[in-house]
């Protein structure tokens, strides 16, 4: 938060010491952000590499991750966001930064306050990144960023106003009733973009018929 305060450039990119960046990622990321001015943040594909700052192209991939283009539902169940991505400065500024108290996940929770705010993540549909598979780093050393993401989702999982995620006329019980049935539909299987089996969060579909039974 101390950069983000200092920062003077309409862009904000946070580059982690251990992974790699395409030559034009700077570029496109603006790119991106100049042609949708409603949009918070930029989002671009990556690829997971077994060499700390790796360099484009590389020979060292061992997975490659597309993001899809971003719906408001992601969020609630997985990090909508690579491990390089773009922040309009001011809009982050905006945004009070990064939570502090999650230190291993703030990009997801800021990611959630922007779902909140009705905004859009826009998608770079281009591998501009190489994430550096680190079994000793901050995000994958220890349960603990493992133990934030699920905090932190709960947390706005709990406090969800279904018209973020879907549109939902206002006072409308049976449109809200269907939208969470949809959502509950949706968390007994869903893809994460690295992953190639579906996967299940049964505890929070179980939740969301529930409450679509109760409207």
């Given at each position: 938060?101390?950069?983000?305060?200092?920062?003077?450039?309409?862009?904000?990119?946070?580059?982690?010491?251990?992974d790699g960046l395409r030559d034009d990622a700077f570029e496109i990321f603006a790119a991106a952000l100049d042609k949708h001015p409603d949009c918070p943040l930029a989002n671009a594909d990556t690829a997971w590499t077994?060499?700390?700052?790796?360099?484009?192209?590389?020979?060292?991939?061992?997975?490659?991750?597309?993001?899809?283009?971003?719906?408001?539902?992601?969020?609630?169940?997985?990090?909508?966001?690579?491990?390089?991505?773009?922040?309009?400065?001011?809009?982050?500024?905006?945004?009070?930064?990064?939570?502090?108290?999650?230190?291993?996940?703030?990009?997801?929770?800021?990611?959630?306050?922007?779902?909140?705010?009705?905004?859009?993540?826009?998608?770079?549909?281009?591998?501009?990144?190489?994430?550096?598979?680190?079994?000793?780093?901050?995000?994958?050393?220890?349960?603990?960023?493992?133990e934030e993401f699920v905090q932190v989702m709960n947390q706005y999982r709990s406090s969800l106003d279904i018209a973020k995620i879907f549109q939902v006329p206002r006072h409308d019980a049976a449109a809200a009733a269907?939208?969470?049935?949809?959502?509950?539909?949706?968390?007994?299987?869903?893809?994460?973009?690295?992953?190639?089996?579906?996967?299940?969060?049964?505890?929070?579909?179980?939740?969301?018929?529930?409450?679509?039974?109760?409207?």
């Amino acid at each position: 938060n101390r950069v983000v305060a200092l920062a003077r450039g309409r862009y904000f990119i946070p580059v982690p010491t251990d992974d790699g960046l395409r030559d034009d990622a700077f570029e496109i990321f603006a790119a991106a952000l100049d042609k949708h001015p409603d949009c918070p943040l930029a989002n671009a594909d990556t690829a997971w590499t077994s060499e700390p700052n790796d360099t484009f192209p590389s020979v060292h991939v061992i997975r490659k991750v597309p993001y899809p283009d971003y719906t408001p539902v992601q969020t609630l169940f997985y990090c909508v966001t690579s491990c390089v991505v773009c922040w309009r400065t001011e809009s982050l500024r905006q945004f009070d930064g990064f939570n502090e108290i999650f230190p291993r996940v703030n990009d997801y929770e800021v990611a959630l306050r922007i779902m909140v705010a009705g905004l859009k993540i826009v998608h770079v549909p281009e591998t501009l990144s190489l994430f550096y598979q680190n079994r000793t780093g901050v995000t994958q050393g220890s349960n603990k960023a493992a133990e934030e993401f699920v905090q932190v989702m709960n947390q706005y999982r709990s406090s969800l106003d279904i018209a973020k995620i879907f549109q939902v006329p206002r006072h409308d019980a049976a449109a809200a009733a269907n939208a969470w049935a949809v959502l509950g539909i949706y968390a007994s299987n869903f893809f994460m973009p690295w992953q190639d089996e579906p996967a299940q969060h049964y505890d929070f579909a179980f939740a969301c018929l529930y409450k679509a039974l109760e409207l």
